[in-house]
């Protein structure tokens, strides 16, 4: 009996750290992440501050999304970027809207963004669940167009469904954040990709 107490001793000590690893990384703690890295869990302490134009990296080259007038068009079918915006800004980082890991929201767009207007927003009402690292939902299926958890839906504003290729509609967990510019649209955040979209609720 002694020697399996001892046994069970030493094998707890030994993977308990490992343990320890791999359950901060589901809830997305940074710590163990580059600066600026993406995805792996992280999960933003909060969503982006309210801009009064485009974001800039530290370098002033802007972030995100150019002003309507540019003419920024996504090609709804296949997803493409067809005006050649690259949200890459630094190696190894998505082409698409992003959060580093140290909580810079990468690609938030101006707030007179034509593809973000709403006519009537919330015209299916407010999302109230829950935001933020708080309220960590899990896809329970659709696609871009309609998608949903909990008894919740959603939809990706159309402009934005290239960036959305990669998610796993049936098994990601994602975030809901609040837009501060756009009213009628809230922000999804994929944990494990690190990348973002607008949604309007669906009631």
Same mark, same amino acid.
């Given at each position: 009996?002694?020697?399996?107490?001892?046994?069970?001793?030493?094998? *707890?000590?030994?993977?308990?750290?490992?343990? *320890?690893?791999?359950?901060?990384?589901?809830? /997305?703690?940074?710590?163990?992440?580059?600066?600026?890295?993406?995805?792996?869990?992280?999960? &933003?302490?909060?969503?982006?501050?309210?801009? !009064? !134009?485009?974001?800039?990296?530290?370098?002033?080259?802007?972030?995100?999304? &150019?002003?309507?007038?540019?003419?920024?068009?996504?090609?709804?079918?296949?997803?493409?970027?067809?005006? /050649?915006? #690259?949200?890459?800004?630094?190696?190894?980082?998505?082409?698409?809207p992003h959060v580093h890991g140290n #909580?810079?929201?990468?690609?938030?767009?101006?707030?007179?963004?034509?593809? *973000?207007?709403? #006519?009537?927003?919330?015209?299916?009402?407010?999302?109230?669940? !829950?935001?933020?690292?708080?309220?960590?939902?899990?896809?329970? !299926?659709?696609? &871009?167009?309609?998608?949903?958890?909990?008894?919740?839906?959603?939809?990706?504003?159309?402009?934005?469904? /290239?960036?959305?290729?990669?998610?796993?509609?049936?098994? #990601?967990?994602?975030?809901?954040?609040?837009?501060?510019?756009? &009213?009628g649209w809230y922000l999804a955040y994929?944990?494990?990709?690190?990348?973002?979209?607008?949604?309007?609720?669906?009631?």
């Amino acid at each position: 009996m002694r020697t399996f107490i001892r046994f069970a001793a030493v094998t *707890l000590m030994f993977s308990l750290p490992g343990f *320890l690893l791999v359950a901060a990384g589901q809830r /997305g703690d940074s710590h163990g992440q580059e600066h600026g890295g993406v995805g792996g869990g992280h999960i &933003p302490a909060h969503g982006p501050s309210r801009s !009064g !134009g485009q974001m800039h990296s530290e370098e002033g080259q802007p972030h995100g999304a &150019p002003p309507a007038q540019q003419g920024r068009e996504m090609n709804r079918a296949g997803g493409q970027n067809m005006q /050649g915006h #690259d949200f890459r800004d630094s190696a190894g980082h998505p082409n698409a809207p992003h959060v580093h890991g140290n #909580d810079q929201w990468v690609g938030h767009a101006t707030p007179n963004d034509a593809h *973000l207007h709403m #006519d009537h927003p919330w015209a299916h009402g407010h999302f109230t669940a !829950g935001f933020g690292p708080g309220h960590v939902w899990h896809l329970g !299926g659709g696609g &871009p167009s309609r998608f949903w958890f909990n008894g919740f839906y959603f939809s990706v504003a159309p402009d934005e469904y /290239g960036y959305v290729n990669d998610w796993l509609w049936d098994s #990601d967990q994602i975030v809901i954040y609040d837009d501060p510019d756009h &009213p009628g649209w809230y922000l999804a955040y994929n944990p494990r990709l690190g990348t973002y979209v607008h949604v309007e609720y669906l009631g």
